[in-house]
């Protein structure tokens, strides 16, 4: 089992639309957690971070469900713009300060 | 303020050679990681420092060797490339944060 997955998708989705994405981590001693949002052949970016009470930034809401172990990043009113790769990204080993990432999920957004 | 540079861009070696691939930031960070990215794969840690003097592995160390001489440089050795190592290879660097700035990346292929 990876140690956080992702749907790799893709995700279609029309201008406008509503999207949301799961992510889901092994260790339940992780601490920290993030998504970070990569285009096409370019370095990845922090997008944001994801804290337990669950956060907002603009468009983008995540949420972390540490019961469960799982993250989420909310899109709404996606722009064409948004298109990329979103990694989800979580530190399990607060000593090395060392993160893991999950493969992916591609989002296409659509005109 | 360049953030973090990698150089060379794009690299092709033959089987058994080897290189360094450069890595550089100017903003004072403690932490420096090199990471490689596969598709399909997410992210890996191959290698990283928290200070100029000090390294540690990560999850796919075999092959490479690394040095910190001082907090701006983190060079990567390949001691004797396989195609096994063709990738894309991702430095960051961050500071007491967990957020992590991402050089641009060197394209290596092995044949």
């Known amino acids: 089992r990876k140690e956080v997955e992702q749907d790799p998708g893709p995700f279609n989705v029309p201008e406008g639309a509503t999207v949301a994405f799961n992510c889901t981590y092994s260790?339940?001693?992780?601490?920290?957690f993030f998504w970070y949002r990569q285009d096409c052949r370019k370095e990845p970016k922090l997008l944001m971070s994801?804290?337990?009470s669950g956060n907002e930034d603009g468009r983008f809401t995540a949420q972390l469900n540490r019961a469960s172990q799982y993250i989420s990043l909310l899109i709404r009113d996606s722009k064409l713009s948004d298109s990329a790769t979103y990694l989800c990204?979580?530190?399990?080993?607060?000593?090395?300060?060392?993160?893991?990432f999950g493969s992916g999920t591609r989002l296409q957004v659509q005109p | 303020n360049a953030g973090v540079t990698q150089t060379p861009k794009f690299q092709v070696l033959k089987t058994g050679q080897s290189m360094t691939l450069l890595c550089a930031q100017d903003?004072?960070?403690?932490?420096m990681s090199w990471y490689r990215q596969d598709p399909g794969m997410g992210l890996r840690l191959i290698h990283y420092?928290?200070?100029?003097?000090?390294?540690d592995q990560g999850e796919v160390p075999n092959g490479y060797n690394v040095s910190r001489s001082t907090t701006e440089d983190f060079p990567l050795r390949l001691l004797s490339a396989a195609p096994s190592q063709t990738s894309v290879y991702f430095c960051?660097?961050?500071?007491?944060?967990?957020?992590?700035?991402f050089g641009p990346g060197t394209r290596l292929t092995v044949t």
């Open positions: 260790n339940s001693a992780s601490q920290s």
């Open positions: 903003m004072n960070h403690e932490y």
């Open positions: 420092s928290v200070g100029a003097g000090i390294t």
């Open positions: 990204v979580v530190n399990m080993d607060t000593g090395r300060r060392a993160l893991t």
């Open positions: 960051a660097s961050s500071s007491r944060s967990y957020e992590q700035y």
């Open positions: 994801v804290y337990s």
